[in-house]
Structure formats: structure tokens, C-alpha cells
């Protein structure tokens, strides 16, 4: 008799096969049979009906703090996914000198919105090494199987102190040497790879670049060839290719790219989206990675399955409000500051602060302050495509109203039952063009994989550890403006072709011998509510949580985690050091 069998469901193996009605048998942790005629099992799940597909294997989040004091790692464990990849951006809390914590606190804090009061009482610490690292997580037991990597801007403050801190310094051989040594550890002691960021947008929380934007193709590449010598790992990176009008600065950092991907000779990933000042230049890096394919390198553009894009809220890290100097000396409290906010004079004095602001501000900020095109009141479920009649310009233009008090009724609402928790959603990658036909042909493409969900990051200003639910629900189900994709495209993207990606071979498969990660799913009933904000980080500190509803059962190494919608308390995961072959 067999442990687990999963009766009647159709399904969706994770490989991209046609989807069959079939049985699953588990024993231990392992898939077992996979047929008509599996057998009895202990306990039974029922799946007719329904879609029963590996669990997601969601490789772009920054969880590498919150590993080392929350089990459960919502929203990602109750949102299908069973195994996670932690240290990517270039960012992570290993190596770290005591001296040094502070700092990669900020670091984190600014580069990825976590807050810094929650990684200060919340990290446990305990390492200076990353394979001292590694075994502090060892002792961790979570829903999902955590991986992590070796994040180059902690790595260049561990050698370099607080020149490494400081982009426009530039590694010595020495340095370069150590860095590669100390990454080459970390990669034999169980990192899946080396990581790195050459973005502006990543700054600490008082505003400095991070220390990686323009190290030098020598530190760069002296770094990766760790990998080489280890023989296993991979590469993740963000860089501003994706993103810059400078067509000479893409020139020169696909010229890096691709000598990563043809020299070191291990797997490659760095970030793609459109931006609204570039919404071509993904084709371009798409054309450049097949080239790259074509002369025998392993490279991938991570794409994500919807906008990136924040929410803003009277609580949230983005407001469109916070402009406007009375915004700072409103009340702290949330009832007492929402009560001033619906007096006339401090809603007269905003608008007047509100317009004197605008002259002063440009790119994302102007957008967050007045892009009344790009802010849609989050409906329930959520509408990751929106149309522009939906947005506060369109919902303006037919009420006749300014687009300012619809946005403050909006985030103030009505004073006998609004709470001043309205959330509106603003896409700001992957629109340029009002629509995701251009995300459609990036997830179309053989050269792309998904990822960048950050879940982890951003606590308070995006909830995109959500996006393996969206890739189901959105793209092979709900999608009205445009071309579909099928189900078993999107399972396989978010299940096999990352898992083999960062060499998880164990996994991203229902067929025998494989890991019993697995998701029950009611398509018909699968769904995401609305964000909420939730103070349940260390020091008070608050997040966005979203919760989906369809998920019957996610099973981790056999065990259930979660059953409709629910943590059953259960944390099977644990940490997963390196490459993992098919037993």
C-alpha cells in the first residue's frame, strides 16, 4: 500500500507532454507509478476534475534573510510553490564580516524594500562565511526546499571593506583573486551559483549605488571562473541592458553578457523587461542570447509572467501623496491620520502640494505622483491586464471629474466604511504599449524562462511572489486581449525548466522516481485575492500578502503543506546544497 494516491486527475507532468487522465502513487518522497492502475494508498486525494501538476519551482526570489526565521514563506508556499532560489540581485547576508551587518541590512533594505527594523531583530546571524552560511540554514526546516547563491556585493565588502562598497573603486588582482576563492567555497559547500547586479536602480536605504553597478569585466569574469573550476553553477544577473536609451552602455554590457555565457561555460540568466523609454530593446536582447545559443552557450532571459509594476496605498511604500510636505506631518497613527485626510482643508492643502510637486519629478517617481493612465484600483480577483476606461484618467474622464479626487477618494474611501486600504496598481515594466502582447512574445520565445517574481522583496510596495498563480490563471485561462498560452507551456516554465536550470534535476516532473512535489489544482475555482498588508514581520514590520483560492492541496516531498488555501503546519523542505541529480 502506497503512502499518498492522487485519483482521477488530469495530468500536467511538467515536461510540456500533452496532459493525460492518469493516478499518482506516493511513497516516502519519491512519485512512485504514474497510471491507470497505481494501487491503494493510505491516504487518498481525489482529483477528479481536477489538474495535478509538479509543484512550481520559483528561482528569482530574496527570502535570504527571512529563511532564517519564518517556516511557512508565504506567499510563495501558498501559492503552489514547493522549492525556492534565494541570493540572486547580487544580493544576500553571506559572506558577512560583523562589522559589515548594518550595512548589507541597508543594502537589502534599499535594494529589495525589505525593512530594515524587521532584518535587524529578525536574522539570527551566527555566520561569516557563506559555507558557515549554508550551515546555519541546514538547521532550517520550511514548506518549500530553499537554494541559495553566492551574491557578488556581500562578497565585495568581505574582501574589500567599504571600498568594495563603492562602484567607481575597482578590485585589485588581489581582490579579484580572493573574491573567486571565496566564491569557489561557497559554490563547492552547496551555492548554486554566483550572482550579480550592474543596475542603478539598486541603492542602499540612503541612497548609494550599490558597490557591483560598474565593477569591471576582469572582476566580473575572475569572479565567475569559480565556477568553472567547481564545475557546477550558475550565473544570475540584472543589468541595465534592458532598460537604458545609451546604446553604447548596451553595447558594452552585452559584450560582458556574452563573454560570461561562451568563457565561464555554465548556465547564464539576467533579468528582461520592456520599459516604456525602450519597449524594442528586449528583442534585441533576446536576438543577442540566440546568438550566444548558437555559438554553444547556456543563456536565458528571465521574463516575468505580468507587469512589474507597485501598489499604492495610504500604507505602502508608494504613495502618491508622499510628496506633498503636509503628508509628513500627518499623524503616524492610521485612524487619526485618516480623519485629518478627510477634512477639507488638509485634502485642499494636498491638491495644491500635490500639483507644485509635479514640476520637480520624473521617470517612476512623476508616474507614482501623477500617472493617472497607469493607476487602476486593484478589483477582486486582481486584473493584470487592465484597459485604460479602468484607470483613474479613464474613471475621471467619465465621472467628469479631476484625476486628484478620484485618486483621493479612491485611497481615502468613503467615511462610513472605508478603512484607507484601498490598493491601486501601477504597471511599469512589460506595458509600454498597454497591453502584455509584447510579455506573450517574450514567453513565446525558446531563449526565455520564468522568473522574477522577488518574492521575499518589496514587502510593501509589489506582491509578485504571486506570479506562478497569474502564469496559470491569466495566461492559459482568463486572457481576453490577446492570444493564450496553453497549460502545459506554462507548468513546464514554471516547474522542469527552472528546476533544470539551476540543476535541480530531481524535480519539475510527475512521472517515477521523481520528487513528490505536487499541486492539486481546481482550475476552474484557481483565483488571487487582492493584496493585503499584514504586520507580521519581525519589530512590526508589514508586508503584502496575497492568498489564492483553487490550490486543493500542495504537496511537498510527499507530505501535504497546503490544503485548500491553508498551512497545514507541515514543513517538510530543507536546504538544498547544490545540484540534484535524478536518484
Not at 578590485?171 to 563547492?188: H, K
Not at 487619526?336 to 514640476?359: D, F
Request: hydrophobic fraction near 40%; charge should be negative; charged fraction near 20%.
Amino acid at each position: 500500500m502506497h503512502d499518498l494516491v492522487i485519483r482521477n486527475g488530469t495530468i500536467v507532468d511538467g515536461t510540456g507532454a500533452p496532459r493525460r487522465r492518469a493516478d499518482v502513487a506516493v511513497d516516502g518522497d519519491r512519485i512512485v507509478a504514474v497510471g491507470d492502475d497505481v494501487g491503494d494508498g493510505r491516504r487518498t486525494i481525489d482529483a477528479d476534475g481536477m489538474v495535478v501538476t509538479p509543484g512550481w519551482v520559483d528561482i528569482h526570489t530574496h527570502y535570504d534573510g527571512q529563511v532564517t526565521w519564518d517556516p511557512d514563506l508565504a506567499p510563495s508556499s501558498v501559492n503552489g510553490v514547493t522549492s525556492v532560489v534565494t541570493g540572486n540581485c547580487g544580493v544576500g547576508f553571506a559572506p558577512a564580516r560583523p562589522d559589515r551587518h548594518d550595512w548589507l541590512i541597508s543594502l537589502l533594505e534599499g535594494v529589495e524594500d525589505i525593512p530594515g527594523t524587521a532584518l535587524a531583530e529578525g536574522l539570527t546571524w551566527g555566520w561569516e562565511t557563506f559555507p558557515e552560511y549554508l550551515d546555519v540554514l541546514d538547521r532550517h526546516r520550511w514548506t518549500v526546499d530553499v537554494g541559495t547563491q553566492v551574491p557578488h556585493a556581500a562578497l565585495r565588502t568581505y574582501v574589500m571593506g567599504a571600498r568594495g562598497a563603492d562602484h567607481t573603486e575597482r578590485a585589485t588582482a588581489d581582490d579579484i583573486e580572493a573574491m573567486s576563492r571565496l566564491c569557489e567555497a561557497g559554490i563547492r559547500a552547496g551555492a548554486l551559483g554566483f550572482t550579480t547586479s550592474r543596475t542603478w536602480v539598486h541603492r542602499t536605504s540612503t541612497g548609494e549605488s550599490i558597490g557591483t553597478l560598474t565593477a569591471a569585466t576582469d572582476e566580473v569574469l575572475g569572479i565567475a571562473d569559480a565556477l568553472t573550476r567547481a564545475g557546477t553553477g550558475v550565473i544570475q544577473l540584472i543589468s541595465d541592458a534592458y532598460q537604458s536609451d545609451d546604446d553604447e552602455l548596451v553595447a558594452r554590457e552585452l559584450e560582458l553578457l556574452g563573454e560570461l555565457a561562451l568563457k565561464v561555460g555554465r548556465p547564464l540568466s539576467f533579468t528582461v523587461q520592456q520599459n516604456d523609454d525602450t519597449p524594442d530593446r528586449f528583442r534585441e536582447l533576446l536576438t543577442a542570447i540566440g546568438s550566444w545559443v548558437e555559438a554553444g552557450a547556456d543563456a536565458k532571459a528571465q521574463v516575468a509572467v505580468r507587469p512589474i509594476g507597485v501598489l499604492l496605498g495610504l500604507d505602502a511604500s508608494a504613495n502618491p501623496l508622499l510628496f506633498a510636505p503636509t503628508w509628513s506631518r500627518l499623524p503616524t497613527d492610521r485612524a487619526a491620520r485618516l480623519a485629518e485626510l478627510r477634512t477639507p482643508e488638509v485634502r485642499e492643502r494636498l491638491r495644491e502640494e500635490h500639483a507644485a510637486a509635479a514640476g520637480h519629478l520624473r521617470g517612476f517617481p512623476l508616474i507614482i505622483h501623477s500617472g493617472w493612465d497607469r493607476m487602476y484600483p486593484l478589483a477582486d480577483p486582481p486584473d493584470y491586464e487592465p484597459t485604460p476606461e479602468h484607470s483613474v484618467a479613464g474613471l475621471a474622464a467619465a465621472q467628469g471629474r479631476e484625476p486628484f479626487d478620484v485618486l483621493y477618494d479612491l485611497l481615502t474611501g468613503p467615511a462610513a466604511t472605508g478603512d484607507g486600504s484601498t490598493l491601486l496598481y501601477v504597471p511599469l515594466m512589460n506595458y509600454a504599449n498597454g497591453s502584455l502582447d509584447d510579455v506573450h512574445e517574450m514567453l513565446s520565445s525558446p531563449h526565455a524562462m520564468v522568473g522574477l517574481s522577488d518574492a521575499g522583496a518589496h514587502c510593501n510596495a509589489i506582491s509578485d511572489g504571486t506570479m506562478p498563480t497569474t502564469a496559470i490563471t491569466h495566461w492559459t485561462r482568463d486572457r481576453t486581449r490577446g492570444p493564450k498560452l496553453s497549460l502545459e507551456h506554462m507548468v513546464h516554465h514554471q516547474t522542469q525548466r527552472t528546476a533544470a536550470h539551476v540543476g535541480w534535476h530531481d524535480r519539475g516532473a510527475v512521472a517515477p522516481g521523481y520528487l513528490a512535489d505536487l499541486n492539486v489544482i481546481d482550475l476552474d475555482r484557481l483565483a488571487l485575492r487582492p493584496p493585503h498588508l499584514a504586520a507580521d514581520l519581525p519589530a512590526g514590520g508589514t508586508r503584502l500578502l496575497q492568498e489564492a483560492t483553487g490550490y486543493v492541496a500542495t504537496i511537498k516531498r510527499g507530505v501535504p503543506t497546503v490544503e485548500h488555501g491553508e498551512l497545514t503546519g507541515a514543513r517538510p523542505g530543507s536546504l538544498q546544497r547544490g545540484s540534484q541529480p535524478l536518484a
